[in-house]
C-alpha cells in the first residue's frame, strides 16, 4: 500500500535525548493574531490586576498569566523532576495505519508514561514549585477524571507540601483506584460536592443526589484556599499559565516530527479545560500564524460540547460565581454535563486562549458521542497496545476520522495528535462499554439554551 511517506524516515519511536528537554516554555500570547480580552472582576466587573489574584496564586504565576515574554525559562528544579519521565515519546502508529487501512501517516505524541499517566503533571510539577518558593505550604484543587489530583498530589509530595483534593463525586464513585492513588502520595480527597466547604454544603441542601461537576468543585477549591493564609489554590487546566507550562509537549513533538522527517497537516488533541491541547498544539500554531499551512482540530464531547456549541461570551469558570469573568466559549457556568466517563471533559468552559483561536479561525473543533470514541479506543488498543484515558480516546476518534477523510477524498495526510493519557483507572468504562451500556448522550438545545440563561446580564464579549 502507499503511503504518505515521502521523506519520512522509517521506524516506529522517535525519542530524544534527557538533555534535549525544552528549557523554556513557548507563551502565545504576544504571537495571537487578536489580543485576548481582558479578565474581569466578579464584583465590579473592572480588569483584574495582579493583588486581586494574589490571595489564590502566587506572584510569578499571576505574571506568567499576563506575560507578553514569547518564552519563559523552567526552573532547574522543575527540570530536575521532568526528567524523571521526560521527553515524552513521539510514535508513528503504523500498526493503527494497517488496521485501518489508511495511505495516511499518523503520529501520536504520548503523555501516559508521566508517573501519574497524563500531561497533567508537567503544570503540577511548576505551580508546587512556584508556590513552595512564595512560601505557601499546602494547596487545594478540583479534579474530574482523577488525572489532575493525581498529578498534583504527585508533585506536592515530591516537593514537600499539603494538598488537598476535591474529586467530582461521580469520578469518586467510578474511580476508587484514583482515590486511593491520591492518598498513596499522602493528599486528602473528599468527594464533590462535600460538607466541608459553603459551596458544596449549598448545592447538596438543593440537590443531593448530584453527580457533581468541575465547576462545583473548583467552587469548594478556591473558598478552601480563599479561607486559608498558608493555601494556595492549583487549577489543572484553562488559565494561561498552566497552557503555558504544558507547551513542552509542543516543543518536543516539534522536534521530534523532525526526527521523522514530517511536518504534521493536522494537530490533534482532545479538550476539557484545554491545557493537553493547547501543549501539543501551540508550538505548532506558532508555525501557522507565521504562514504554515496546518489543521489544528480540537476534540470535545457531544455531552459536553463548548467550542462547537457554546457561545462566546464573558463567565465565571467556577458554578458558585467565586472566580473572575473571562471570555470564553461556555455553555453557562451552572451546566451540570451528563456523567460521560470522559470524566475530565466535563467542564462548561474552555481556556480563553484556545477559544480566542476557535474565533479567529486558526482552530477548528468537532464533538464526539462516547460509543463512537470508545470503539476508536479499542481499536487502537488492539493494534498499538495502549489502552488510553477516555479524555484522549477523543483525540484518537478524531484522527481516525481525518484519515479516513483523506482516504474518501484520494489524499494522504500526515497526522499527528496527543495521547495525553492512559486508562489503566479507567476500566469501568471500558466494562461499560463492552457491556453495550454505555449511554450516548444528544444534548438538546434547549438545555444548552436554558444552561446560558445562568450568563445573561454578564458583561458582553465584545
Ligand atoms: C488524560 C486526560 N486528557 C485530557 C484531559 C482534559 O484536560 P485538558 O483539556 O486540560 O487537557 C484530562 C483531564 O482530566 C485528562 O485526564
Avoid at 47 to 59: E, Q, T, V
Avoid at 159 to 166: A, N, T
Wanted: aromatic letters at 8%.
Amino acid at each position: 500500500m502507499q503511503r504518505a511517506d515521502v521523506g519520512a524516515a522509517s521506524g516506529t519511536k522517535f525519542l530524544l535525548e534527557e538533555s534535549q528537554l525544552p528549557r523554556r516554555w513557548y507563551n502565545i500570547r504576544p504571537d495571537l493574531p487578536t489580543a485576548p480580552l481582558p479578565v474581569l472582576h466578579p464584583g465590579t466587573g473592572a480588569p483584574i490586576g495582579p493583588d486581586d489574584l494574589a490571595p489564590l496564586f502566587p506572584m510569578e504565576l499571576i505574571f506568567q498569566e499576563v506575560s507578553e515574554e514569547p518564552e519563559i525559562p523552567i526552573p532547574e528544579e522543575v527540570l530536575e523532576i521532568y526528567s524523571l519521565w521526560r521527553p515524552t515519546p513521539l510514535l508513528r502508529a503504523h500498526r493503527l495505519e494497517r488496521a485501518i487501512g489508511t495511505h495516511s501517516a499518523i503520529y501520536y505524541k504520548y503523555e501516559g508514561v508521566s508517573p501519574p499517566g497524563s500531561h497533567k503533571p508537567n503544570t503540577a510539577v511548576a505551580q508546587a514549585h512556584y508556590n513552595k518558593k512564595e512560601g505557601r505550604t499546602r494547596l487545594s484543587t478540583e479534579t474530574g477524571a482523577g488525572q489532575w489530583g493525581s498529578a498534583l498530589s504527585f508533585a506536592c509530595r515530591l516537593l514537600g507540601l499539603e494538598c488537598k483534593v476535591y474529586m467530582v463525586r461521580i469520578s469518586y464513585d467510578q474511580k476508587p483506584n484514583r482515590r486511593s492513588m491520591i492518598q498513596a502520595w499522602g493528599s486528602e480527597i473528599v468527594a464533590s460536592p462535600s460538607e466541608d466547604t459553603d459551596a458544596g454544603r449549598a448545592i447538596l441542601a438543593v440537590d443531593p443526589e448530584t453527580p457533581g461537576s468541575l465547576g462545583i468543585a473548583i467552587s469548594e477549591a478556591v473558598e478552601d484556599a480563599a479561607k486559608r493564609d498558608d493555601t494556595a489554590y492549583s487549577l489543572g487546566s484553562v488559565l494561561n499559565h498552566v497552557l503555558l507550562h504544558q507547551t513542552v509537549i509542543g516543543q518536543e513533538a516539534l522536534a521530534q516530527m523532525e526526527l521523522a522527517g514530517a511536518f504534521p497537516d493536522v494537530v490533534i488533541g482532545c479538550v476539557g479545560g484545554g491545557s493537553n491541547f493547547a501543549g501539543l498544539a501551540f508550538p505548532f500554531l506558532r508555525e501557522k500564524i507565521a504562514g504554515r499551512d496546518t489543521d489544528v482540530l480540537a476534540c470535545e464531547p457531544a455531552a459536553c460540547p463548548t467550542l462547537t456549541r457554546g457561545p462566546f461570551a464573558y463567565d465565571f469558570g467556577d458554578t458558585s460565581k467565586l472566580t473572575p469573568l473571562v471570555a470564553m466559549h461556555t455553555l453557562g457556568h451552572d451546566f451540570v454535563p451528563a456523567p460521560i466517563h470522559a470524566g475530565g471533559l466535563r467542564y462548561h468552559g474552555v481556556a480563553p486562549l484556545i477559544s480566542q483561536l476557535v474565533r479567529d479561525g486558526l482552530v477548528r473543533a468537532e464533538a464526539y458521542l462516547q460509543n463512537d470514541v470508545f470503539a476508536s479506543a479499542l481499536e487502537f488498543a488492539g493494534s498499538e497496545g495502549i489502552l488510553p484515558a477516555p479524555e484522549a480516546a477523543h483525540a484518537i476518534h478524531g484522527a481516525i476520522r481525518v484519515a479516513r477523510a483523506a482516504d474518501a477524498e484520494g489524499v494522504e495526510r500526515t497526522i499527528l495528535f496527543n495521547l495525553s493519557g492512559h486508562g489503566h483507572f479507567d476500566m469501568s468504562a471500558y466494562d461499560r462499554y463492552l457491556e453495550g451500556t454505555l449511554d450516548d448522550v444528544a444534548l438538546e438545545q434547549d438545555e444548552i439554551d436554558r444552561a446560558l440563561r445562568a450568563i445573561e446580564g454578564l458583561p458582553v464579549a465584545g
